[in-house]
């Protein structure tokens, strides 16, 4: 009878050390790496005077809508 209850006390032992180091090997893991973003397309404008193709973020604007890769093209184009 001692025996199985030795028997008893070990099995229980081991369940809790296992179910303990269970959790232990889950918060040891790092979490899912995720993929860096990458930004979308963005618009591309056309320079007035010299025809550069370049970001719409980048153009510096002019009258009428039109779009210039620099000032001094916007002056020249303008003035």
């Known amino acids: 009878?001692?025996?199985l209850l030795v028997l008893?006390?070990?099995a229980v032992a081991i369940w809790i050390w296992r179910n303990n180091r269970r959790e232990e090997i889950r918060a040891a893991k790092p979490p899912p790496q995720r993929a860096p973003r990458v930004a979308g397309?963005?618009?591309m404008?056309?320079?007035a005077h010299c025809g550069l193709h370049l970001p719409a973020a980048d153009a510096v604007s002019g009258r009428g809508g039109s779009h210039y890769?620099?000032?001094a093209h916007r002056?020249?184009?303008e003035g």
């Open 69 to 71: 890769c620099t000032p």
């Open 75 to 77: 002056q020249a184009a």
């Open 41 to 43: 397309p963005e618009a």
């Open 8 to 10: 008893a006390v070990v």
């Open 1 to 3: 009878m001692k025996y």
């Open 45 to 47: 404008v056309r320079c």
